[in-house]
């Protein structure tokens, strides 16, 4: 009877195990194809973006629709902000595109964040472009996943929509609580890029300050 018992915890072990490996896998398998979706993605926003900023076509200040060419006026006003030029493309508004050469990153900054908006592309979460702008990007391989690994000195550039890149110096990487809101929109660095540790209760940071250009 004893042995019975033994078999059965054994099995009921081994298949919770098993249940648990091919969760593991599922997990794995599901946040990998999110990254590749979100890397093709950031990918074609970026080339649109380049494409109107190469046509030299974006001089005021307004929304061009990435697919058609309508154009609507924004005066950059929505929730007190300072007006900034945004490129619509598939409904969401971009405001520059961010290079880490180090990273081999080339991604579009979305003018506004929101966790759904994360999943495509990183956004803006405080400032503006030339203002102690802060990015939020999610720990994807293909957006922040590997912002950690920068080491003091690399660069990183972000080009606006007329053009004009704004070039940064890496002075530093941390890690903040969560909670920690004010010091990651501190106004004491020019360009900061945050991104959650996996589990979601740290925030790796990267802080910038801004070098004159090559």
């Known amino acids: 009877m004893r042995c019975n018992k033994i078999r059965i915890i054994g099995t009921i072990s081994i298949c919770l195990g098993l249940i648990s490996i091919i969760s593991s896998a599922g997990f794995w398998a599901y946040n990998a194809r999110e990254d590749a979706r979100a890397a093709e993605n950031a990918t074609r926003t970026a080339n649109i973006l380049f494409d109107i900023i190469n046509s030299g076509e974006q001089k005021g200040v307004f929304i061009r629709e990435g697919e058609n060419g309508a154009r609507t006026e924004d005066d950059g006003s929505q929730n007190g902000e300072s007006a900034q030029t945004g490129v619509l493309i598939n409904g969401e508004t971009f405001i520059a595109v961010l290079s ?40 994807y391989k293909n957006h922040f996943g590997s912002i950690e690994k920068l080491k003091k000195g690399e660069r990183a550039v972000l080009t606006d929509l007329s053009g004009y890149k704004y070039y940064y110096e890496l002075t530093e990487i941390k890690t903040l609580e969560a909670e920690s809101i004010d010091e990651m929109v501190s106004d004491e660095f020019d360009l900061t890029l945050f991104t959650c540790t996996y589990g979601g209760y740290a925030r790796v940071t990267a802080r910038f300050m801004e070098i004159l250009g090559d």
Request: net charge neutral; hydrophobic share 35%; glycine share 8%.
């Open 100 to 139: 880490v050469p180090s990273l081999g990153l080339e991604l579009p900054v979305n003018k506004e964040w929101s966790y759904p908006k994360l999943k495509e592309s990183p956004c803006r979460y405080a400032g503006s472009i030339g203002d102690s702008l802060v990015i939020a990007a999610h720990n």
